[in-house]
């Protein structure tokens, strides 16, 4: 079968994730549904494939269960991106982060079940593991989440396990770690720390580290991330379904080694950045103190092979940011 006659469903398709898995798949010549309601997407972000006669856009909103139903039809698989990301957001409140983690992910699992999608592929998180302190993070040892944002995230891979055992649905969990990269919105209360600090420091601004700069992420640059979407929609190991996996590179940054990291690289561009201080505040509600993955399960079953090291991703983005958010900056 021509990669032309399959259709992929990408929810939250006009987001950063969303966005980067449309440009894949559309140029593998499959046709891609984009359905977002540009909550935290940006119709900027596919506007370059609205022309294109394989690509579809439906603006909607996946606490609709009719709208999903409409966005999945004719779809032979579905990556379902679609979210409220943030821990401090879902602090903030916790009813609309759950209205769309929980119940739009139910929504979404059963217009999928309903119009016999292949395989549902969906973005799970590093937050899962919460209170768990072991280093690296592997798939089958969790703690209890420590965020409402973690606890619908966990609710998710409860719910698409319960469908795969009731309903025979292949599900496939990604728990994504810390993703950055081109297209990541610096804008807004709950930007992500990346193009957070690039804005601010292209800006000669001081760039504020929740904490002592000592908490450690596993940064996960997002060609990683799409691979590995790709492995899981269409591994045809049996024993690669059903299941979550860790979607990182497999080593830890601190906050401190990721702005020296980042100063450097736009110091390149303009060299007066290096000079910008850094401001450190209060510990953040929420924050897990260290983030370390273990690919292990995701090489084995997906043949996960990510090829971007942070470093590598960070000079990538960093080159992306510049020739983009500069004039936003001045």
């Known amino acids: 079968m021509e990669n032309s006659e399959l259709k992929i469903l990408i929810t939250g398709g006009a987001g950063f994730i969303g966005s980067a898995l449309c440009d894949y798949f559309i140029d593998k010549k499959f046709q891609v549904v984009c359905f977002d309601n540009l909550a935290t997407g940006h119709k900027k972000n596919i506007e370059h494939l609205l022309s294109n006669p394989l690509f579809k856009f439906i603006e909607g909103d996946i606490r609709n269960v009719e709208s999903c139903r409409e966005a999945v039809a004719g779809a032979s698989y579905v990556l379902h991106e679609a979210a409220l990301g943030s821990v401090p957001r879902s602090v903030n409140d916790p009813i609309t982060t759950n209205d769309v983690n929980v119940g739009g ?34 798939e089958d040892v969790i703690g209890k989440p420590l965020s409402p944002y973690a606890v619908t995230k966990y609710v ?55 904490g002592d700069g000592n908490f450690s ?66 510990e953040r509600t929420g924050d897990v103190p260290h983030s370390l993955a273990s690919i292990d399960k995701a090489k084995e079953l997906l043949g996960y092979d990510p090829q971007f090291s942070m470093e590598q991703g960070l000079e990538a983005a960093v080159e992306w940011y510049w020739n983009n958010l500069k004039p936003l900056t001045k």
């Not at 919105?185 to 760039?207: R, W």
């Open 105 to 138: 992910f139910l929504n979404m699992l059963v217009a999928s079940r309903d119009a016999g999608v292949k395989r549902f592929v969906y973005a799970a998180s590093s937050s899962t593991y919460g209170d768990s302190t072991g280093l690296p993070k592997v």
């Open 156 to 210: 998710n891979e409860l719910y698409a396990d319960v469908f795969g055992k009731v309903y025979g649905m292949e599900t496939i969990g990604l728990r994504y770690f810390n993703v950055f990269g081109r297209r990541q919105d610096p804008n807004g209360a709950y930007a992500a720390v990346i193009p957070k600090f690039v804005s601010t420091l292209m800006a000669h601004q001081s760039p504020v580290v929740n």
């Open 217 to 282: 992420r596993d940064f996960t640059y997002i060609d990683n991330v799409v691979q590995a979407n790709e492995r899981a929609l269409f591994n045809t190991n049996t024993n690669a379904v059903n299941t979550v996996y860790n979607v990182a590179f497999g080593e830890r940054t601190t906050l401190n080694s990721l702005i020296t990291a980042l100063k450097k690289y736009l110091a390149t561009y303009d060299p007066a950045i290096k000079d910008v201080e850094i401001v450190y505040g209060p």
